[in-house]
């Protein structure tokens, strides 16, 4: 709840309050939002109090929705994770639907590959939720398997994430949409196994207009959502549903065995306002031109109090938690802000009518903590991408905070510039200048054009020179931690920007690695953060070592399709330096048009900057001298390292031995705690 800015009153005769009050109560109705966002996987041991447990549901640092105790017999289980409140679908009254919109990132590993199942599922039912009795193995935790495959009279509707072929699947990994019965009435295959231990995202929309129900999955390293879907299906989900409704998920086990876990979720929703016979009503009422002339009298008013002072807030609310024990008051951080030069405070009203009121055709991606919109500024004539962060992100406002306070005190020409910020009406708002070519990934891997060699060693050596800045060149040193090929965005001539510090740490020139949770994203963390969960310049230089060979190979960091050896981009491109070989790593699209010392240098320091052992990485000022040809090729081993670090674990006064070289299990526990990872949605067009 917005409290009033005592800066910002306006006098209002009482009679005009009373009637404004009255015209919003009336108002309030038309349009409704609801939104939730929780990273189970940083929560630690505590459970959210807003989700409730059924079966053999439990928390554990994620969402587990079957047993796991291999001390017990876990065949035969199922359980479901719901939202504890009702969630609003459609209004009794008028008859209108919700939009929706869920995003979930979610685990699921057999333990048998030869004998797995069954599965899990996001559904909507009526509210309260209750746990149908026999509803493990292939009912995945939403109907009673007494009754059959097809049950009409359950009031269930729900996207199944299916591991196993029961007689009614098409297949043993497929996505399907289940309309009162198990037995899927849309189904797409999953040409890949589900049950790998990987981390799945999918979007599940609802369109109430197009009364269309569509579901996105991906197992990409860096997901982005674009409005794509993978299935879709026409339902009118008032004929199915009461108004108030329970979401949430539901697996379920057979006597195969999997573990099934949630690590993240987010959802939102929103009602269209009334038709127009709702307003063809409330015009013909006697006090319509009352309040109208009331609300003319206040905006106009509100303009003139605008105009008299620069400081005045709209809808401020007055408090943002940052921490878990931590309150920051919007003065006190507006102030904060204000004192950094470079970007400034922006409007609300100015940046929603520059993303047409956040409408989803100027919307350019979407990321971990909120979606990113395009808009044009007219008082500064300018392109721009605007972030928002979702509501309820609590490493969302986090990274808010640290991206301007970092930000703001950066200037070069390989950083992408933080033209404004603002935080009014509950939300938090970055605007960055727009990048025109997106980002670096989308034309490595995605819809965008393919990049030339000169470009590509152009890029190289832009990202070398922003994260040298950061490292020794500004006032005090930056560590980014989330270096990444989504985090690179790329100008109208194609020149890289190294963008969203939300990770960002300042710290002293000495460089010192500094303590913190593990944050980053996969195949882009150094080997030693998973031991000491310590940033350092080292950590940095790694990823930056990392995107050097995406750029030069034109492949991820993981490509679980490819050919075993192929797999991991480390150990291959290692593989093929030992046996002098180096250049077969090369991107073959290039079609052999590339300069071979440029792209030798690129591979060998891409492979200098990623060793295992941090003691010995280079500088990313040496990376860049042997770049540049101003210092020779480095010796390095033919084979790739697999040292064995040792290191305390804080005060527990334990010590840690993992293999770096091979050790699955440390993607797999990855998987599971989820590290932090930034929005991945691009600052520039779709590509």
């Known amino acids: 709840m917005a409290l009033p800015n005592p800066r910002s ?3 209002i005769p009482v009679p005009t309050f009373l009637i404004l009050l009255l015209f919003s109560s009336h108002l309030l109705p038309l349009c409704t939002s609801f939104s939730f966002a929780f990273n189970f996987s940083a929560m630690g041991g505590n459970a959210p109090d807003m989700i409730e447990f059924q079966g053999d549901a439990f928390f554990n640092k994620v969402i587990r929705l079957t047993k796991d105790e291999f001390d017990t017999s876990i065949a035969s289980s ?3 994770a719901v939202y504890s409140q009702p969630i609003p679908l459609w209004s009794k009254t008028t008859g209108k639907l919700a939009h929706f919109t869920t995003h979930f990132s979610f685990l699921i590993k057999a333990a048998n590959y030869d004998n797995t199942g069954d599965g899990l599922a996001f559904f909507l039912s009526p509210y309260p939720s209750i746990l149908p009795n026999n509803s493990a193995e292939g009912y995945l935790g939403l109907l ?7 049950q009409q009279s359950n009031n269930i509707i729900a996207i199944e994430f299916d591991t196993r072929q029961n007689w009614w699947d098409p297949s043993p990994d497929h996505i399907g949409i289940d309309v009162n019965s198990i037995k899927s009435t849309v189904t797409t295959n999953w040409y890949s196994s589900m049950k790998d231990g990987r981390t799945g995202n999918a979007w599940i929309s609802y369109d109430a207009s197009a009364k269309n129900l569509s579901v996105y999955l991906t197992y990409d390293d860096n997901p982005s959502f674009y409005g794509d879907s993978n299935l879709w299906y026409q339902i009118d989900l008032r004929d199915y549903l009461p108004a108030n409704i329970a979401i949430g998920f539901s697996a379920s086990t057979g006597s195969s065995i999997e573990l099934h876990e949630i690590l993240y979720w987010e959802f939102s929703s929103t009602r269209e306002p009334k038709g127009l016979m709702f ?11 009352i309040l109208v002339c009331a609300c003319l009298t206040w905006i106009v008013l509100r303009r003139k109090k605008r105009q008299d002072s620069n400081n005045i807030e709209e809808g401020r609310e007055p408090l943002l938690v940052a921490e878990e024990d931590d309150v920051i008051d919007y003065d006190e951080l507006s102030g904060e802000f204000e004192k950094e030069t470079g970007p400034r405070r922006l409007r609300y009203g100015e940046l929603a009518v520059a993303t047409k009121y956040f409408s989803e055709a100027n919307k350019l991606g979407q990321g971990g903590f909120g979606g990113v919109y395009r808009g044009f500024l007219k008082k500064l004539k300018l392109d721009v991408a605007i972030k928002r962060v979702a509501k309820g992100s609590q490493q969302g406002k986090k990274e808010y905070i640290s991206e301007v306070k970092i930000i703001s005190q950066l200037r070069h020409r390989n950083l992408v510039r933080l033209v404004g910020w603002c935080h ?9 200048e727009l990048m025109p070519n997106g980002s670096l990934d989308s034309h490595l891997y995605g819809k965008g054009v393919l990049l030339s060699w000169p470009v590509r060693f152009k890029v190289a050596l832009g990202l070398a020179s922003a994260i040298l ?53 996969l195949g882009y963390l150094a080997p030693e953060c998973f031991t000491t969960g ?23 960091p993981v490509e679980p399709k490819e050919e075993k050896d192929k797999v991991r981009l480390l150990p291959w491109v290692w593989g093929l330096y030992g046996r002098n070989t180096i250049l077969e790593a090369v991107d073959k699209r290039l079609d052999g048009e590339y300069d071979a010392k440029e792209m030798e240098r690129l591979i060998v320091v891409g492979m200098w900057c990623t060793h295992p052992d941090y003691n010995l990485r280079p500088s990313i000022r040496q990376a860049m001298h042997v770049l540049q040809f101003e210092a020779p090729l480095p010796n390095l081993p033919p084979k790739f390292p697999v040292p064995v670090y040792i290191s305390n674990l804080g005060d527990m006064g334990l010590s840690s031995m993992v293999d770096f070289g091979i050790n699955e299990s440390v993607n797999s526990e990855m998987g599971k705690s989820g590290s932090s990872s930034t929005s991945s949605a691009t600052i520039g067009p779709q590509k």
């Open 469 to 521: 800045y950061l490292h020794e060149e500004s006032d005090r040193c930056v560590l980014h931690r989330d270096i990444k090929s989504s985090n690179v965005m790329l100008d109208s001539e194609f020149n890289a920007k190294l963008g969203d510090f939300g990770l960002a740490k300042l710290v002293d020139h000495t460089g010192a690695a500094q303590t913190t949770v593990l944050a980053g994203t």
């Open 279 to 289: 307003w063809a009503i409330l015009l013909s009422l006697a006090g319509v031109f």
């Open 144 to 150: 009673d398997s007494s009754s059959g495959s097809d």
């Open 9 to 11: 009153h306006l006098s």
């Open 534 to 556: 310590k940033a350092s310049k080292e950590s940095d230089v790694y990823s930056f070592g990392v995107v050097a060979l995406e750029i030069a190979c034109g492949r991820r």
């Open 78 to 80: 199922s359980g479901r």
């Open 424 to 432: 009014e009406r509950g939300d938090l708002l970055l605007v960055y």
